[in-house]
C-alpha cells in the first residue's frame, strides 16, 4: 500500500519530528488511550489550535485518524510511541506498529503483538545483529519488498530514504496509507502520559554506573544484598522521606499507595483518582523545571526524581522496588540526595542481615 513518494511527501508534511503509532481493532479514542491519553483533553479539536495551547517545546499531543481497521495516532514534535515499553503495553490483545522521524536524533520502527516487541531497529542502519525483539528478523521479507538492505549489501545508499521506507513498510503490514493533510481538519485530540500507562520503567531504576561519580554502586550493591523483606521495608520507607523532604507526605492517596507497596500487592495509580492528579501536575512542573526561577527549580527537579522512585516502589518485584527508591538519592538535590541519606539507606539495608545473622 502506499509507495516511497508518498511516504516522503507524508514526512515533509509533518516535519523533523513526528510520530505515527498505528494500533489494529480499536477506534480513535482507545488508540489515544493506549498511549496514556488524559481522559479529560480527548476530544475533536484542531491540531494546530490544540499544539498552541502548550507552553513546553515539545508538547506530548496526539491526533489520531481512523482508517480501516486500524486507528493512527500521531505525534507531531513528539515521540512517546516510539518507546518500546508503551508500544507494548498498547499492543495487548492486539497489534501495534511505530514509525519515528526525528532529525536531530535516531529514527526508529517497532511492531509488538499482545503485549511483546517483535522487532525494532534503526531505520538507517538496519543490521541484523542489532535488531531486537522475541523474533527480530520476522519481518526481513517484507523489509526486502520495500528496499532495505542489511548495510554490508546496500553501501549507505538507501540510508536517505530510510524513514519514508519504514512508513511504507508500516502501511504494507497495515494495509492503509496515512493521507497527506491530516493535521488540516479537526480530528480527535489528546495530551498523552505514558507514566499511567507503563507500570514499570527500567529508566526508574538506580543502575550502578561509573558515570555518577561511584554514588550509585554501593547502594546497588547494598540493594542486592539485602533480602526481599528488607528491600521492601526500606524501599517504602525511603519514597516516604523523600516525599516528606519534598512538602508531598499529606497528599491524598500518597498514603494508601505506599501501604500497598509495603504489603508487595500490585498497585496502579489511576489517572481521575486524586493521587492521579496530583502525580499529573508533578509531570506538569517537572517538565517546566528549567523555566522556573532558581528557587522553585531544585523542587521541580526533585519532583521529576520523586515521580520516577513513586512508580518504581510500586513494583510487585521487591528488588526493582528498592532500585527505583534508591535512584533519587544520586540526585544531590538538598534533601532529596547526598551522601549521607546514601549512606544511611545502605546501612537501613544492611542492619536487617546483620540482625539476622547466626550467634
Request: charged share 20%.
Amino acid at each position: 500500500m502506499g509507495d516511497l513518494a508518498g511516504a516522503e511527501l507524508l514526512w515533509d508534511d509533518l516535519g523533523e519530528i513526528a510520530c505515527l503509532t498505528f494500533v489494529r481493532g480499536v477506534d480513535e479514542v482507545e488508540a489515544l488511550r493506549r498511549l496514556g491519553a488524559y481522559p479529560d483533553t480527548i476530544g475533536e479539536k484542531d491540531p494546530g489550535d490544540f499544539l498552541e495551547e502548550f507552553e513546553v517545546d515539545f508538547p506530548q499531543v496526539a491526533v489520531a485518524i481512523g482508517l480501516g481497521s486500524w486507528s493512527v495516532v500521531i505525534e507531531p514534535v513528539g515521540f512517546c510511541g516510539a518507546d518500546h515499553l508503551l508500544l507494548s503495553a498498547a499492543s495487548v490483545g492486539t497489534e501495534a506498529i511505530v514509525v519515528l522521524r526525528h532529525d536531530y536524533a535516531s529514527a526508529a520502527f517497532a511492531y509488538a503483538v499482545d503485549g511483546a516487541l517483535i522487532t525494532g531497529f534503526e531505520p538507517s542502519y538496519p543490521a541484523p545483529t542489532l535488531m531486537h525483539g522475541v523474533d527480530s528478523q520476522r519481518l526481513w521479507p517484507a523489509m526486502r519488498e520495500v528496499g532495505f538492505r542489511p548495510p554490508d549489501e546496500d553501501g549507505g545508499e538507501n540510508s536517505q530514504h530510510s524513514t519514508a521506507m519504514a512508513l511504507l513498510l508500516a502501511q504494507r503490514i497495515t494495509g492503509v496509507v496515512v493521507p497527506r493533510g491530516v493535521m488540516d481538519e479537526p480530528r480527535m485530540c489528546a495530551e498523552l502520559e505514558p507514566w499511567f500507562a507503563v507500570a514499570y520503567n527500567p529508566g526508574d531504576l538506580l543502575i550502578a554506573d561509573q558515570t555518577l561519580e561511584g554514588h550509585a554502586a554501593p547502594l546497588v550493591a547494598a540493594v542486592q544484598a539485602a533480602g526481599p523483606a528488607t528491600q521492601r521495608r526500606v524501599a517504602v520507607a525511603e519514597v516516604r522521606r523523600q516525599a516528606k523532604a519534598l512538602g508531598l507526605d499529606r497528599t491524598l492517596g500518597l498514603d494508601d499507595a505506599l501501604s500497598a507497596a509495603a504489603a508487595g500487592v500490585g498497585y496502579s495509580i489511576a489517572v481521575d483518582s486524586p493521587l492521579g492528579r496530583q502525580v499529573r501536575a508533578w509531570l506538569t512542573t517537572s517538565r517546566k523545571a528549567s523555566k522556573l526561577s532558581p528557587g522553585d527549580r531544585h523542587h521541580a527537579y526533585g519532583l521529576g526524581w520523586f515521580i520516577g522512585a513513586l512508580r518504581g516502589v510500586l513494583n510487585p518485584d521487591p528488588r526493582l522496588a528498592a532500585l527505583a527508591a534508591a535512584k533519587p538519592l544520586t540526585s544531590e538535590i538538598p534533601g532529596l540526595g547526598d551522601h549521607a541519606l546514601r549512606a544511611q539507606m545502605i546501612e537501613a539495608l544492611r542492619a536487617s542481615k546483620s540482625h539476622t545473622a547466626p550467634r
